[in-house]
């Protein structure tokens, strides 16, 4: 772990709510998020999707709770769902009487349809006597018409007042288990919006860019309106809305977790390096195999795959473990130090292998299981051959520095 790893980030300081058995503001760890994309009538295929989204870090899953059938889904979904379930309510408010009804541990309402203060005060009040939370789920796309012509369009401030308007309709009622959200799916409003509520109210925030889109362009847009506003404190929960299967959602989420230091690390963190004119091997597909034999394996180590042993294990000490290419031959190394050669045929697997056995015994005695003396001589070896092929310098550049020079004293 490097010292940014273990860095605290200042969060904001935000009340605590329940969301079933996970704790969401006040400290408690960011929690990840997704929604089904079943029928929630179907319960068996909607259960097999949450029990695969659990299995892929999330937390908390929400599913679509749009008629009568889906509430009696629910009611079959909760009590096997291995994960606390939220129902998302647009428009009829009787369904999310309906989802109350059938022991869903959240609700989530948008305030820009379903706008009557009576309706509204009737859902919050019978989540305050069943003591389940609500979240206040703002939606650009969706913001409430008159806000909309209030602000003359869509304005982080009308997303802001639109999640304070529903917050009054709930102190009317005495209603405070309450999260809030104002997605957009401009990452620049998003981001804006998010501050502007942080300043004005302690109640925990949902973060998430809304209709983020297909990869990679979705993960892109997400991944900067989420993570801007976690390292500046912001947010107590987040969702990645994708426009893919919704595993990826959960694996996004927690992996941006996990790399801003805000979850335990339980997977492989998989470094490669880019390559480039000096690589021995075709490091993309290895990185790739590697990628996949780690992909079950709860390995929380870091693993670097390198091009070259020539700048390889040097530029990649701080890992657990790694393999640098060479004179076809795969050279591994544990923080920095060769333990071992394989054949370039064998790199992954030798990886899996060294590291399991690392997991189970720790690095001090993977460095003792062999004589490292020996990795390091032929590790030598083939930096010294590369070295003598290629040279130092790899991109030629000091023949292209005297060509430069050439060029410009010519003008
Ligand atoms: S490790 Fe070697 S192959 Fe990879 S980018 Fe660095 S110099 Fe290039």
């Given amino acids: 772990m490097t010292k940014s790893d273990s860095k605290n980030y200042q969060r904001k300081k935000t009340r605590q709510i329940q969301v079933g058995k996970v704790l969401v503001g006040g400290g408690a760890p960011i ?18 999707q949450i029990y695969a989204l ?40 009787r369904m999310a009487l309906a989802a109350l009804e059938a022991g869903v ?15 509204i005060k009737a859902v919050a009040s ?38 304070q308007q529903e917050l009054r309709y709930f102190e009317e009622v005495d209603f405070n288990l309450v999260k809030i959200s104002v997605k957009a799916s ?32 979705g993960l892109v847009k997400a991944t900067a309106g989420i993570a801007t506003l976690l390292l500046e404190g912001i947010g107590d929960t987040i969702r990645y809305s994708l426009t893919a299967d919704p ?29 480039c004119g000096r690589a021995e091997v075709d490091v993309i597909d290895i990185a790739q195999r590697a990628q996949q034999a780690f992909a079950d394996k709860k390995l929380p180590l870091q693993i670097a795959v390198m091009g070259c042993v020539v700048n390889g294990p040097g530029e990649a000490r701080e890992a657990d473990l790694g ?22 045929s064998e790199m992954v697997e030798a990886l899996v292998e060294w590291a399991t056995f690392i997991h189970e015994h720790g690095t001090d005695a993977a460095l003792k299981r062999v004589d490292t003396t020996i990795a390091e001589r032929e590790a030598a070896k083939d930096r010294n051959a590369a070295l003598a092929e290629q040279g130092d310098d790899a991109n030629h550049d000091q023949e292209r520095i005297v060509e430069i020079r050439r060029t410009v004293a010519e003008k």
């Fill in 54 to 93: 659990a299995a892929a870090g999330c937390d908390i899953v929400r599913c679509t709770c749009n008629d009568a059938a889906a509430a009696e889904g629910l009611a079959k979904i909760v009590p096997r769902s291995p994960v606390p379930i939220i129902a998302d309510i647009h428009h009829q408010y």
């Fill in 323 to 344: 393999i640098a290419a060479g004179n076809k031959r795969g050279h591994l190394f544990v923080k920095g130090r060769n333990v071992a050669v394989v054949p370039e």
């Fill in 186 to 217: 401009n990452v620049v409003l998003m981001v804006d919006a998010y501050r502007m509520l942080s300043e004005i109210t302690d109640f925990p925030l949902h973060l998430g860019v809304t209709e983020a889109g297909p990869l990679p362009g």
């Fill in 31 to 48: 929690s990840v998020q997704s929604m089904t994309i079943t029928k929630t009538a179907d319960v068996e295929g909607t259960l097999q």
């Fill in 247 to 275: 595993i990826e959602e959960a694996r996004a989420g927690r992996l941006l977790l996990e790399s801003l230091g805000l979850r335990e690390r339980k997977n492989v963190d998989l470094i490669a390096c880019p390559s």
């Fill in 126 to 163: 019978e989540a305050r006597d069943r003591g389940v939370s609500i979240r206040i789920g703002v939606n650009g796309g969706s913001l409430d018409s008159d806000l909309y012509e209030k602000h003359g369009g869509l304005t982080a401030l009308a997303m802001v007042e639109s999640a």
């Fill in 105 to 119: 541990h959240g609700l989530r309402l948008n305030p820009g349809n379903i706008r009557k203060p009576e309706h």
